[in-house]
């Protein structure tokens, strides 16, 4: 954090981020940033609906008290919350590189995550818009203002619906429903 100090107070930096910081070094750079008279704003974590670690691991929380961002990477979950797989019958499902390797992309890991896509479908239906933008839109929300979603996108087409789901609002009930059946199959 010295030399991110030294860097801002030249002028070659103007905010200060960490990434895959825990809640610890989390609050150690952020208390040496303080101390030279500057701030932490952000840690950027892995962070979705199948991924909630940072709520149990003091990450998240910590952020919301020290008042940082969280940064979500992987935000749709290497792309299963878009719902494409799922599409698929279990048996069909091809993947390749790294996907092969992720538990979620088993069948076994399709037909766990199922009922949240299912949940997602029909929420994204009542607001005519697709489960990938529920799952981004959830994750921008449920916590207020703390988290900021940086999801991937191999196409024009997926990068702007990613960013059209700044365009509706889910209601407390639904953001609630996603809260408990991401919950229940969440490790």
Do not use: C
């Amino acid at each position: 954090m010295d030399a991110m100090t030294r860097l801002a107070e030249r002028g070659n930096i103007k905010y200060i981020g960490v990434s895959n910081f825990n809640e610890k070094r989390m609050r150690r750079a952020d208390a040496r940033l303080r101390h030279n008279g500057l701030r932490l704003i952000s840690n950027q974590v892995s962070y979705s609906l199948l991924n909630r670690q940072i709520e149990s691991n003091g990450v998240l929380p910590a952020a919301k008290e020290l008042g940082l961002s969280i940064i979500a990477y992987s935000p749709l979950a290497q792309g299963i919350l878009s719902g494409k797989f799922h599409a698929q019958t279990p048996e069909s499902v091809r993947v390749s590189g790294v996907r092969r390797y992720l538990r979620n992309f088993t069948r076994k890991g399709l037909e766990r995550t199922r009922p949240l896509m299912t949940l997602l479908r029909g929420i994204a239906g009542a607001h005519g818009v697709v489960p990938a933008q529920v799952a981004l839109q959830w994750l921008v929300s449920f916590n207020g203002e703390v988290v900021v979603a940086i999801p991937g996108a191999t196409s024009a087409g997926q990068a702007e619906d990613n960013a059209a789901a700044l365009n509706f609002t889910l209601t407390r009930e639904e953001l609630d429903s996603i809260d408990m059946e991401s919950k229940r199959i969440s490790p």
